[in-house]
């Protein structure tokens, strides 16, 4: 699945994470998260998937996508409130949020 949304070419990407994503048969939206060595050694690249996974729990995906959110260097070195707003923004740029109403 990772690599089939990472060839679809799809994507957004910040200082913090990208996001990669290619609509799917699925009814559910199925989301992965990956870190490269790039981001540092393995506790760094756990903290970023950790903030990574705790952003997408939160976030009000579309359904019938697959998505992969790649950690960047400096998310194993931000704050949860900034990972998840930059994540937040790339997702809105490639219409993967659904609309919230108050």
């Known amino acids: 699945m990772i690599a089939a949304v990472l060839r679809a070419r799809h994507q957004r990407a910040g200082r913090l994470a990208a996001v990669h994503a290619r609509p799917s048969a699925d009814p559910v939206t199925r989301v992965a998260v990956v870190a490269s060595r790039r981001v540092g050694g393995a506790v760094q690249r756990n903290r ?9 729990r939160g976030l009000p995906w579309v359904s019938n996508h697959d998505v992969v959110l790649v950690a960047r260097a400096g998310a194993a070195r931000s704050s949860l409130a900034e990972v998840h707003s930059e994540v937040a923004d790339l997702a809105a740029q490639l219409d993967l949020l659904q609309e919230v109403s108050v």
């Not at 998937?49 to 705790?54: P, S, T």
């Open 48 to 56: 970023a998937k950790r903030l990574l996974r705790e952003v997408s």
